[in-house]
């Protein structure tokens, strides 16, 4: 089986609310590989037409939302040229994923349904096998390009709904959206999908009461967010910091993490309330390719980096704000880098950018990994990102570096010191650095004096003055993989 396969994984979202209304008024939450879908089933009977015209008007709304009162026919000619794309029961669908990992769970979740009608149909015959993956196939290529608008990052799911005749082919098409991270709801008039395996049917949900028809309005970017899966964070003790031998921090390999003790090390994950501050006066950020400059910068020059790292407000089902913490915007695509330990039990987020009155929201944790204590936000704000120090390049102990973060909610303070020591944290590289930093600081950014990335801020211990760790550039880039 592909290694990809078992990360993504959709879990059929089960809501207190009634689920047809949720279906049009939220998208499910995304957060580490694992996707809330609705796979509904709803019979509306004499309100039939009226919610039709919500759903003709509703995919016109936003890309991404597709209405079909009847899943397109195959006629013998395209029937013809999809009989070339199958064989010996693998098919070789012509739309694609630019994502890897998308791409991979199509490639599987396609074999899955495949061997899904096999067996429901006690199908024994290739001949019988092949005229639905034909089927298959042609729907992929009619739905699949309206539907999956972004197939290079896991950052949109699609929603669609279908009325109509729905025997099994067409059901098990509705599954495999389904299995893509596609909200679907098959909307029937008089009857329900005509279906008569109950293995299939318990893959979707029922819904047996009538919903109320909402309003026409667009469907938000950003719905109403739902709390993340909450892990407790690592913690560290220096029993567990081992000197490095070498002068620059070795690359990661991915293997499981411990956890250590909490009370040896001081954590900006505490509940440190923002403190408001006059708007910053605007500044003229340097380019991302600054980095590559052969001169140092100097402290005034690098201090405008600020303008690319956040304040990061984390807030419960409640809406309080319990903790804040730093981020840095990593890319012109709206990612923003922190540490586990600042989103960890967070509902949503709220994002401070200088020059910015605003506080800006955002639900999106696309991607985490507690052990190495990193995860990744997206926020439809856009700043110039912080270039990352290369993998192959080395730090040297004794070299100057400037620390960007939000200690006790003082927004983006600028503090340097010098990087003191190298440290291994049970396989995660860590640079030990003297720039004062305090609670809050947590996913701020360690910068050397070209403006580049090495590292971001992470801890601190109670019994030392200074002695300040960072999850280093290596681990950094092998956390984002194809995010840069």
């Not at 994923?97 to 349904?113: D, K, P, R």
């Not at 970017?221 to 913690?235: D, G, L, N, V």
Request: aromatic residues 10%.
């Amino acid at each position: 089986m592909n290694p990809f396969f078992n990360q993504f994984q959709v879990v059929r979202l089960e809501t207190a609310d009634h689920p047809v209304e949720q279906f049009f008024q939220r998208p499910g939450r995304y957060s580490n590989f694992q996707k809330e879908t609705f796979f509904l089933r709803w019979t509306a009977g004499q309100e039939f037409d009226a919610w039709a015209a919500l759903c003709r008007s509703w995919q016109n709304d936003r890309s991404g939302y597709v209405y079909a009162e009847q899943l397109n026919r195959l006629d013998t000619t395209a029937a013809e040229r999809y009989r070339e794309r199958y064989s010996q029961g693998n098919c070789n669908p012509s739309f694609r994923f630019q994502n890897v990992l998308w791409e991979e769970t199509f490639t599987g979740a396609l074999q899955e349904i495949l061997d899904l009608f096999r067996r429901v149909r006690n199908c024994t015959e290739d001949s019988i096998l092949r005229n639905f993956a034909v089927k298959l196939l042609y729907w992929i290529d009619c739905y699949g390009p309206k539907l999956f608008v972004e197939t290079t990052k896991l950052t949109r799911f699609p929603k669609f709904v279908c009325s109509g005749t729905v025997g099994t082919a067409e059901y098990l098409f509705l599954y495999l959206l389904y299995r893509l991270g596609c909200d679907v709801l098959y909307l029937g008039k008089e009857q329900d999908v005509s279906v008569q395996s109950a293995e299939l049917l318990a893959l979707s949900q029922r819904v047996e009461q009538p919903p109320v028809l909402p309003r026409r309005q667009n469907v938000p970017e950003t719905a109403q967010p739902e709390p993340i899966m909450t892990q407790q964070r690592p913690t560290l003790s220096r029993a567990s910091l081992q000197r490095a031998d070498r002068v620059a921090a070795a690359p990661v390999q991915p293997q499981p993490q411990p956890s250590l003790s909490r009370a040896s090390l001081q954590r900006s994950d505490r509940a440190a309330p923002p403190v408001r501050q006059p708007a910053p006066q605007p500044v003229q950020q340097p380019a991302a390719q600054a980095g590559a400059r052969r001169q140092p910068m100097e402290f005034e020059e690098l201090a405008r980096f600020a303008s690319s790292v956040v304040m990061l407000k984390v807030f419960d089902q409640n809406k309080e704000c319990v903790k804040t913490g730093s981020g840095i915007i990593i890319s012109d695509q709206g990612y923003i880098l922190t540490n586990f330990h600042v989103v960890a039990g967070g509902a949503y987020y709220g994002i401070v950018l200088e020059e910015e009155s605003d506080v800006f929201y955002t639900n999106e944790l696309i991607k985490y990994h507690p052990e190495r204590d990193l995860a990744i936000l997206r926020s439809d704000k856009r700043r110039p990102p912080i270039p990352i120090l290369e993998a192959s390049e080395r730090l040297v102990r004794g070299q100057k570096v400037v620390a960007i973060g939000s200690p006790l909610g003082l927004f983006n303070t600028i503090s340097d010191g010098i990087v003191s020591g190298f440290r291994e944290l049970r396989e995660t590289s860590m640079v030990q650095f003297t720039a004062p930093v305090s609670p809050g600081s947590s996913g701020g950014a360690l910068l050397d004096l070209y403006g580049r990335l090495i590292g971001v801020i992470t801890a601190g211990f109670d019994d030392g003055q200074n002695l300040n760790l960072a999850v280093d550039h290596t681990t950094i880039r092998q956390f984002l993989g194809n995010l840069l």
